[in-house]
T-cell receptor, first 119, second 112 residues
Framework: GAVVSQHPSWVICKSGTSVKIECRSL??????MFWYRQFPKQSLMLMAT?????????EQGVEKDKFLINHASLTLSTLTVTSAHPEDSSFYIC???????????????FGPGTRLTVL | KNQVEQSPQSLIILEGKNCTLQ??????????LRWYKQDTGRGPVSLTI?????NTKSNGRYTATLDADTKQSSLHITASQLSDSASYIC???????????FGKGNQVVVIP
């Protein structure tokens, strides 16, 4: 149980285009979803937290107009990288949580990640 | 300064040998500590999760320990296998919020 999927697993795009990444909780309802970015040999860095039906909360330094997050249902959140540039190339990972799972640990279940390469 | 520090940054071990990874944290108030395994190009997969009252937890060949007084944890891998090659990430959760503090990971390479 508690499986999270991401699509696509990798994407290559031209500079200036927009890319949408989907994150789905497959067997549970995720009240909260998180988006992370990870550069090589670095920690996961939280970009934003989203609750179903409300606006996402962005971390300091993350441009909300560039990284659009939509959490329209309890099983789906999307991250759209608008006008992507080479410096946006990274590994994007989502996670989902439901306080009712995992014995109250409020554990986050991670997706497999999406590798974005902007040329 | 990162709230979660891991050491060693990387290590190479022979297949079949044991190894121990270290995690020190400053997160307070403490809620729980998790160890994740992250294969290259994949998302983190949970190995163990421990609360304040737990000082050891095992998952197969992985055994995690926690000393909440000294704010230290370790992950011991027994009889390593080639498939254990991965980054092992220590993650600490603070009580009262859902924010996680991530270490940079211990990069383990198991060679035959």
């Amino acid at each position: 149980g508690a499986v999270v999927s991401q699509h696509p697993s990798w994407v290559i795009c031209k500079s200036g285009t927009s890319v949408k990444i989907e994150c789905r909780s497959l067997d549970f309802q995720a009240t909260t979803m998180f988006w992370y970015r990870q550069f090589p040999k670095q920690s996961l860095m939280l970009m934003a937290t989203s609750n179903e039906g409300s606006k996402a909360t962005y971390e300091q330094g993350v441009e909300k107009d560039k990284f659009l997050i939509n959490h329209a249902s309890l099983t789906l959140s999307t991250l759209t990288v608008t006008s992507a540039h080479p410096e946006d190339s990274s590994f994007y990972i989502c996670s989902a949580s439901d306080p009712g799972l995992a014995g109250g640990y409020n554990e986050q279940f991670f997706g497999p990640g999406t590798r974005l390469t902007v040329l | 300064k990162n709230q979660v520090e891991q050491s060693p940054q990387s290590l190479i071990i022979l297949e079949g040998k044991n190894c121990t990874l270290q995690c020190n944290y400053t997160v307070s108030p403490f809620s729980n500590l998790r160890w994740y395994k992250q294969d290259t190009g994949r998302g983190p997969v949970s190995l163990t999760i421990m609360t304040f009252s737990e000082n050891t937890k095992s998952n197969g060949r992985y055994t995690a320990t926690l000393d909440a007084d000294t704010k230290q944890s370790s992950l011991h891998i027994t009889a390593s296998q080639l498939s254990d090659s991965a980054s092992y990430i220590c993650v600490v959760s603070a009580r009262g919020n859902n924010r996680l503090a991530f270490g940079k990971g211990n990069q383990v390479v198991v060679i035959p």
